[in-house]
């Protein structure tokens, strides 16, 4: 009996084995312990894919910079406004136009300046000044009592360069009858205000002659921004006529940078071959105007104390019964080119050389005696540069 009871008990056991065993067995063929048993009659739900693990981002590589821009990494930053206009800054220019190349001299029209009205009376130190005028004109036959001083009567035409240059600071020295400030001159005797003196000078009518060589020394004394004061030594080289000196004050007044008025004293001492020397007294008066920069005009008038040889001594010249005064009086234009660091004054002008003449006894009107005047002064840059003396 118990042997029955024990082999019922075992059966009991083993069965409960195999079907405790039977769902394990399914769901090892079905792929994992996880999955839910599939139902015969339902289809299964499609299984959702597994999410991949997340990757870093690879890093960009760097853009090679273009070959037409700056590398930034290598650039400074832009400079502000404030910085540019800085003038601390050497690096900003403002440029209107082109530098020059090569080496320029200092400009004429910069270093004397282009108004004509407001130049000193002596060049800049290491400038030079061509000239060159050509006159024509008419002088009457002589007034009753005066003789026959003045040259020849008649149709008179003279050509005259000359040059001068700046050796010092406010020093020039020159062979010309052309000086800033007094010219043309008042003097009278021996050619009546005709020419014939230059380095180079030759009269074309009435006769074909050479003239005489002005050399003259001038030091500008003082020069402010209104007034400028200089001291004149001119000594006549005679070819021509005799010899003859020279001495000048000329003085210039300057108004607002555009006008101008010239004055001063010139004191000359001219040999006579019929008797003692000849002293005269110049006062030159001249009025400038610059109409624009380059444009000027000029009024000159003045007086002319010829011969005054009886009153400084008690001998007479016998050139004239003096003392003799003259007035002049003429018009001039005159226009200021600049090409490249040269200078040039292009003028013409029409003067009555004894306008109005008198003496002690009696005077003169005089109109028939003229005088027409072109001429061009042509200034060089700077040449050189010395020490200031």
């Known amino acids: 009996m118990a042997g029955v009871v024990c082999r019922g008990l075992c059966v009991r056991a083993v069965l409960a084995l195999i079907f405790l065993a039977q769902p394990a067995v399914t769901l090892a063929q079905s792929g994992g312990w996880g999955e839910p048993i599939k139902s015969p009659n339902k289809p299964a739900a499609p299984a959702e894919p597994e999410p991949e693990p997340a990757s870093e981002p690879e890093p960009a590589e760097p853009a090679e910079p273009s070959p037409a821009e700056p590398n930034p990494d290598w650039a400074d930053a832009p400079p502000t406004e404030s910085e540019q206009r800085s003038p601390t800054n050497p ?4 440029e209107t136009e082109a530098p020059p190349v090569g080496t320029m001299k200092d400009r ?14 002596t060049m800049p130190r290491g400038m030079m000044r061509g000239t060159f005028d050509t006159v024509v004109g008419r002088r009457t036959e002589e007034a009753r009592g005066m ?14 360069f000359g040059v001068a240059i700046s050796l010092a600071k406010d020093f020039e020295l020159g062979f010309s009858r052309y000086r800033m400030g007094s010219f043309p001159g008042v003097s009278i005797f021996p050619n009546f205000g005709f020419g014939g003196e230059g380095l180079i000078t030759f009269s074309m009518s009435p006769d074909a002659k050479f003239g005489d060589i002005p050399l003259y020394a001038r030091f500008e004394a003082l020069s402010s921004e209104h007034v400028k004061l200089a001291f004149d030594a001119v000594f006549r080289i005679p ?3 005799e010899f003859g000196f020279l001495g000048g004050i000329p003085l210039r007044f300057v108004i607002q940078e555009r006008f101008s008025f010239d004055t001063g004293f010139e004191f000359t001492i001219d040999t006579n071959p019929q008797g003692p020397s000849v002293w ?3 006062i030159p008066v001249t009025f400038i105007a610059n109409a624009t920069d380059q444009l000027f005009i000029k009024v000159n008038s003045g007086m002319n104390l010829f011969d005054l040889s009886q009153t400084i001594r008690t001998l007479t010249s016998g050139l004239v019964n003096g003392p003799f005064y003259f007035i002049p009086l003429g018009l001039a234009v005159g226009y200021t080119v600049e090409a490249r660091s ?28 003229w005088q027409v005047t072109i001429g061009l002064n042509i200034y060089s840059p700077v040449l050189f540069k010395g020490s200031a003396l």
């Open 342 to 369: 040269t200078m040039m004054d292009v003028f013409a002008s029409f003067r009555f050389p004894a306008f109005y003449g008198f003496t002690t006894r009696e005077s003169l009107l005089n109109v028939e005696t």
């Open 239 to 241: 070819s021509r006529t």
């Open 147 to 160: 003789g026959q001083p003045f040259g020849p009567t008649g149709t008179i035409s003279t050509m005259n």
């Open 91 to 94: 690096d900003w220019v403002e």
């Open 280 to 282: 005269s007294l110049n």
């Open 108 to 121: 004429a029209s910069e270093v004397y300046g282009i108004r004509y009205a407001n130049r000193n009376l």
